[in-house]
C-alpha cells in the first residue's frame, strides 16, 4: 500500500493546539504519557493471550524501551505490547480525543470480563503530548497473528497525517519524536533517568535504555594502562525501580523496606511513629501507604508549606502534593495513594471536583484516626510522645471536621490541675474521675500551664478538688468553640461568665453571706466601677476567689485576655471589649477600702486603690498594665506608709 496523506477526523489544529500550548503545564509529562501508553500496550497484550497463546510470538519478555539518537535528534519509545493494524491506527490515532484504552475497557465491560488490567490512559490525548517537543511524530506499530504487516504513522502536528503499510518484524509499537532544537535536552542520559525516576519509577515493567560508557583499560594490577586509549562499553540499564511496595501484600514487605520507603518520600532521617498500608475495595478501589512521621517538621505551621500525599494512577505518578487527598489538620502525614479509578481530568494533572476523591479521603482519615486511637489505648506512653508533637495540629481537627468530630474527641489530651507537667488526661479520663457533685468540664486558658497554675481563677476550684484542664495551644481557643460539650457534660470557662459549683445547701448558705457582703460593700463597688467606667464592664464581688484580691472575668461568650493576645499576635484587629472586675469579700483589702469609704467616701485614696486592684488583676492574668511608672509609684507609696514613714 503506498503512503497516504490524511486529514484528523476532528476539529484538529485547534485540538492539537489546546495539547500543545495548554493541556499540559510541564513538558516533562509528554515521556510519563508515552511510556504510560507503553505499560497498557503491554497489560493489553498480556491479558488476551490468557485467551490465545499464540499472540504472544515467543516474545513475552516485557521491556520499554528508549533510543535517544543525539545524531538524528530523535527519542524513541519502543514497546513489545499488543500493537496496531492500519484500521486501529486510523481509529485511535487519526482521531483526536478518541482513546482505544478506553474503547478496549469498554468491551471487557461489555463482555463481563473479569480479571481486567488496570489501563492507565482514558482520553486519547497523551500521545499528542509528543507535539510539544517534537516537530514531526513517527509511530511504527505491528498487531500480533500478522507477521510482518505493519503500519507506518507520520504527522507534523499541522492538521494532517500519512499512513502506510510497511514490513514490520517485531509485535508492538514504535514511537519516534524527532525534537525541536530548543529540547534536545531530552537526549541526555541524566533529562530521561531524572523523567521516569519521577513520574515512572514503580511502572511494573522495566523502562530500559542503552548506556555507553568509555574508559581505559586497566592491567592485573588496576591500575590504568598507559598509551592504552579508551575502550567504550554499552549495556542495557533498568531505569525504573518497579518497587512499588505500596501494591505489595503487607506481609511481603519488612520493616526496613517500610523504613527505606518513608526516608525517600519524607526526606526525614529518622524512622516513621506509625506506618498505615491498606487497600480499599469497593465503591472506591485504592491501595495507601501512610506514614505519621515521630517529630514534627519545623515548617508544619508555615503557610507555604506544601501539603498532601504523592498521588498514582496505576503506578504513574500524578502529584507530589495532593492536597485534596487529606484534610488540612492531617497534614503532617506522608505517603502514597495508588488509585485504580480516581478520576483525573485529560492532563492529569488537575484533580476534578468528584464524589470519589471524597471517598477516598473519609477512608484516609477513618484509617489514620482508628489507628491513632488504637495506639492510645494499647500503647499510651508511645501516643503521648506523639500527642506533643502533632496534638496541636489534631485539635484543629475538632474546629473543622465535624464528620469526625467524636472520634477526635476521644484522641484530644490536656495536661490539667491534677496532672504532672508533661503528663495528660483525656476526657475520658476527666469525666470518670469527677467528683458526684461537679456538672461541667472546667478548662482555662493560656499561653503556659506555670502562668496558668497561678491564676486566681483556680482557687475556688482547689478549694472543692476539681479539676481544671490547662489549655495552652493557640487553637484551643478555636476549639472549644467547636467541642462545647462531652459525655453531656459542658465544658465551661474558669475565666468566663459566672459560676455555679455549690449545692442546694451551700447555696443557701452562701446567698446570706453574699447579701450581707452586697449591703457592707454595695456602695464602695459603685465607687470602684466609677472610677474604672472606662476600663471595666462592671464590678461584683466574687465566687471564684478564695485567696486573692482580685480577677478580670469576661462574659460568658466574650473574649478574654488570652484571646486578646492571639489576635494581636496574629496582626488581627481586637474588638474593644470591657471585662468584669471580681473583688474578694474575705480579702483584707475590701476591710480596709470599706473602713476608708466610710469614713469618707472622697478618700483620694480609695480611686488609687481601684487602680491597684485593677492593674493587679492585669497583671495576673498576664496582661499589660496602662500605666507601669504610677503602678510601681503607688505601691512604693503604700510600702512607706506600711512601715509607718
Not at 535517544?68 to 514497546?79: C, E, N
Not at 503499510?165 to 534536545?184: N, S
Not at 460539650?485 to 459560676?499: H, I, P, Q, S, T
Amino acid at each position: 500500500m503506498s503512503k497516504t496523506t490524511k486529514q484528523f477526523q476532528t476539529e484538529v489544529q485547534q485540538l492539537l493546539d489546546l495539547v500543545i500550548h495548554s493541556l499540559y503545564s510541564n513538558r516533562d509529562i509528554f515521556l510519563r504519557e508515552l511510556i504510560s501508553n507503553a505499560s497498557d500496550a503491554i497489560d493489553k497484550i498480556r491479558f488476551e493471550s490468557h485467551s490465545d497463546e499464540a499472540l504472544l510470538e515467543g516474545n513475552s519478555d516485557w521491556k520499554i524501551k528508549l533510543i535517544p539518537d543525539k545524531t538524528a535528534g530523535t527519542l524513541t519509545i519502543r514497546d513489545n505490547g499488543i500493537g496496531m493494524n492500519m484500521a486501529e491506527v486510523e481509529e485511535n490515532i487519526g482521531t483526536i480525543a478518541r482513546s482505544g484504552t478506553k474503547a478496549f475497557m469498554q468491551a471487557l465491560k461489555d463482555k463481563a470480563s473479569t480479571n481486567n488490567p488496570e489501563l492507565i490512559g482514558q482520553f486519547g490525548v497523551g500521545f499528542y503530548a509528543s507535539f510539544m517537543v517534537a516537530d514531526k511524530v513517527t509511530m511504527e506499530t505491528r498487531k500480533p497473528g500478522s507477521p510482518g504487516a505493519g503500519c507506518r504513522w507520520e504527522s507534523i502536528g499541522d492538521g494532517t497525517y500519512t499512513v502506510e503499510q510497511l514490513t514490520k518484524e517485531e509485535r508492538g509499537t514504535e514511537i519516534t519524536l524527532h525534537l525541536k532544537d530548543e529540547f534536545k535536552e531530552y537526549l541526555d542520559e541524566w533529562k530521561i533517568r531524572s523523567i521516569v525516576k519521577k513520574y515512572s519509577d514503580y511502572i511494573q515493567y522495566p523502562v530500559v535504555m542503552d548506556i555507553t560508557r568509555s574508559e581505559v583499560p586497566k592491567g592485573v594490577d588496576g591500575k590504568e594502562i598507559e598509551g592504552a586509549g579508551t575502550i567504550e562499553t554499552t549495556e542495557e540499564q533498568t531505569l525504573n525501580s518497579m518497587k512499588a511496595i505500596w501494591a505489595r501484600p503487607k506481609s511481603d514487605v519488612s520493616e526496613e523496606e517500610y523504613q527505606e520507603f518513608y526516608k525517600h518520600i519524607s526526606h526525614d532521617f529518622e524512622n516513621p511513629f506509625n506506618t498505615i498500608h491498606f487497600s480499599a475495595e469497593g465503591t472506591s478501589e485504592f491501595k495507601a501507604l501512610l506514614y505519621l512521621p515521630a517529630k514534627k517538621p519545623f515548617d508544619l505551621f508555615m503557610a507555604d508549606r506544601k501539603k498532601g500525599l504523592q498521588l498514582y494512577v496505576k503506578r504513574v505518578f500524578i502529584t507530589d502534593h495532593c492536597e485534596e487527598l487529606i484534610p488540612d489538620y492531617l497534614r503532617f502525614v506522608k505517603g502514597v495513594v495508588d488509585s485504580s479509578d480516581l478520576p483525573l481530568n485529560v492532563s492529569r494533572e488537575i484533580l476534578q471536583e468528584d464524589v470519589q476523591i471524597k471517598r477516598i479521603q473519609k477512608n484516609l482519615v477513618s484509617k489514620i484516626l482508628s489507628t491513632l486511637s488504637d495506639v492510645r489505648e494499647k500503647k499510651f506512653d508511645e501516643y503521648v510522645s506523639f500527642w506533643k508533637e502533632f496534638g496541636p495540629v489534631i485539635k484543629e481537627g475538632l474546629h473543622f471536621d465535624y464528620a469526625n468530630k467524636e472520634k477526635l474527641q476521644e484522641l484530644v489530651l490536656f495536661e490539667s490541675t491534677k496532672t504532672e507537667a508533661g503528663s495528660f488526661v483525656s476526657l475520658k479520663e476527666y469525666v470518670e474521675r469527677m467528683p458526684e457533685a461537679q456538672q461541667e468540664i472546667y478548662y482555662i486558658t493560656g499561653d503556659n500551664r506555670a502562668a496558668l497554675e497561678t491564676s486566681p481563677h483556680l482557687e475556688v476550684f482547689r478549694a472543692k478538688n476539681y479539676e481544671v484542664l490547662f489549655l495552652t495551644d493557640p487553637v484551643d481557643e478555636w476549639v472549644v468553640q467547636a467541642l462545647t460539650e462531652y459525655k453531656e457534660k459542658k465544658l465551661k470557662a474558669v475565666d468566663r461568665g459566672d459560676l455555679d459549683l455549690d449545692s442546694e445547701e451551700e447555696k443557701k448558705e452562701k446567698e446570706a453571706k453574699q447579701e450581707e457582703a452586697q449591703k457592707e460593700y454595695g456602695d464602695l463597688l459603685s465607687l470602684v466601677k466609677g472610677s474604672l467606667e472606662d476600663r471595666i464592664k462592671d464590678v461584683r464581688l466574687s465566687k471564684r476567689l478564695t485567696e486573692s484580691a482580685c480577677c478580670l472575668v469576661a462574659d460568658e461568650y466574650g473574649m478574654n485576655a488570652n484571646m486578646e493576645r492571639i489576635l494581636k499576635a496574629m496582626n488581627q484587629p481586637v474588638p474593644e471589649s470591657k471585662r468584669v472586675l471580681e473583688l474578694n469579700p474575705t480579702h483584707p483589702i475590701m476591710h480596709v477600702m470599706a473602713d476608708l469609704f466610710k469614713g469618707n467616701k472622697d478618700d483620694g485614696r480609695l480611686k488609687d486603690y481601684a487602680e491597684l486592684l485593677y492593674d493587679q488583676a492585669l497583671l495576673t492574668e498576664g496582661s499589660p498594665i496602662k500605666d507601669p511608672l504610677r503602678f510601681t509609684r503607688l505601691v512604693s507609696e503604700l510600702m512607706v506608709k506600711a512601715v509607718g514613714k
